[in-house]
């Protein structure tokens, strides 16, 4: 059967002019599957045979809440969706000022392998589809009724490791006749696949890159990050220097502070020197302590910011949100597959 909330508008009118129907259609039908419409019987302004024809040959998807949790704390709220096929994801809605801000998962697991972060404990299962990447919008959207005006690309898997996807979600999320939110209301994060952020740059979308970076020396990045063990720290910094050169798109850099580990002042002096001449803005994330891993949060942000600014970086701490409930990707689905409640596919 068809995934037809992956389809784009072009390809909508393709698919009906095949089946002698006016390029139109697309547009209404479009509407129906972004306004989340869970059946073609719903969508009355189109005819009943092309309703039986969109039936016949395609399916919506559309999540279950497998659980949900809200921050008692901040109000930010974690939704662990069951997919059709029974794999579960997690979608994480944050409530900023500047407005309301979804962080969404781009596979079903992950295969980077990186020591801090929880998501990639169980390996990639798979990729997700444009439309599964969608639905969390539009169903945080809907089931919370707060109105999203922003996306990160942050929650469980790599954006990049699934590049066509992504992109045909960008296109899907951005359409006026859809969810119509702005490039620079998104944010895609990468742990930094050098040739991709290189095909990215072609596609000159006016998103925020941001790059998990972590540590600014190859010994203690390949050590956290085994991405970086095929790569290395001055390669990435080159294609991050190209991505600017041809977006005028400043990068944002992730840096989850790390106790003994990525915090010592040699690597803020390291890393400032790395960002000389080249726009950008470290992000300083105080970490998120994983069970099943020995590293533990920083006790030098402060002192580490300090240094960083002295050297003319800018830099923000990443404020927490949800630290009651979970919130930092991965945990909620980790908790579920170890309660086994989920069919073991969570
Ligand atoms: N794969 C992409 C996007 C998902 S991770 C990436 O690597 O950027 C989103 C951000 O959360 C990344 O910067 C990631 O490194 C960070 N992160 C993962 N686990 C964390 C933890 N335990 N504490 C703090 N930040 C973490």
């Known amino acids: 059967m068809t995934d037809i909330k992956s389809m784009t508008q072009p390809e909508l009118a393709a698919w009906l002019k095949e089946r002698g129907e006016p390029a139109f259609r697309a547009k209404q039908l479009f509407l129906w599957l972004h306004r989340g419409a869970g059946s073609f019987d719903e969508m009355t302004n189109l005819s009943k045979s092309l309703r039986e024809k969109l039936a016949a040959e395609c399916r919506i998807t559309r999540p279950q809440v497998a659980r949900k949790q809200v921050s008692a704390l901040d109000g930010t709220i974690k939704y662990l969706w069951q997919l059709q096929d029974g794999n579960c994801i997690e979608t994480v809605l944050m409530r900023y000022h500047h407005g309301n801000t979804v962080c969404i998962s781009s596979q079903v ?17 798979r990729d997700l589809t444009p439309s599964e990447m969608l639905d969390q919008v539009l169903f945080t959207q809907l089931d919370s009724g707060l109105p999203i005006s922003n996306i ?14 992504v992109l045909r979600f960008l296109e899907l999320v951005n359409h006026p006749d859809g969810l119509n939110i702005g490039m620079r209301h998104i944010s895609l994060s990468t742990c930094g696949l050098v040739d ?107 002192e580490f910011q300090k240094r960083l600014e002295r050297q003319g970086v800018t830099v923000t701490v990443r404020r927490k949100l949800g630290g009651d409930i979970d919130a930092s990707c991965g945990q909620l689905r980790r908790k579920a597959m170890k309660e086994d409640t989920l069919d073991g596919r969570a």
């Open 109 to 125: 697991g992950c295969r980077m392998g990186c020591a801090f972060c929880a998501s990639t404990l169980g390996g990639k299962v």
């Open 152 to 165: 990160v690309l942050m929650g469980i898997g790599e954006p990049l490791d699934n590049f066509d996807t």
């Open 196 to 302: 991709k952020i290189d095909k990215l740059a072609q596609h000159r979308l006016q998103l925020t890159l941001s790059v998990s970076l972590h540590a600014p020396d190859d010994e203690t990045r390949s050590r956290i990050m085994p991405v970086n063990r095929g790569i290395g720290v001055e390669r990435l910094f080159a294609a991050c220097r190209r991505y600017f050169e041809v977006t005028g798109r400043r990068i944002s850099y992730e840096y989850a502070m790390i106790d003994g580990v990525n915090d010592s002042d040699r690597q803020a002096d390291l890393l400032a020197a790395h960002l000389k001449g080249t726009p950008g803005h470290v992000n300083l994330i105080p970490l998120n302590e994983v069970k099943e891993s020995p590293l533990r949060p920083s006790r030098r942000v402060a």
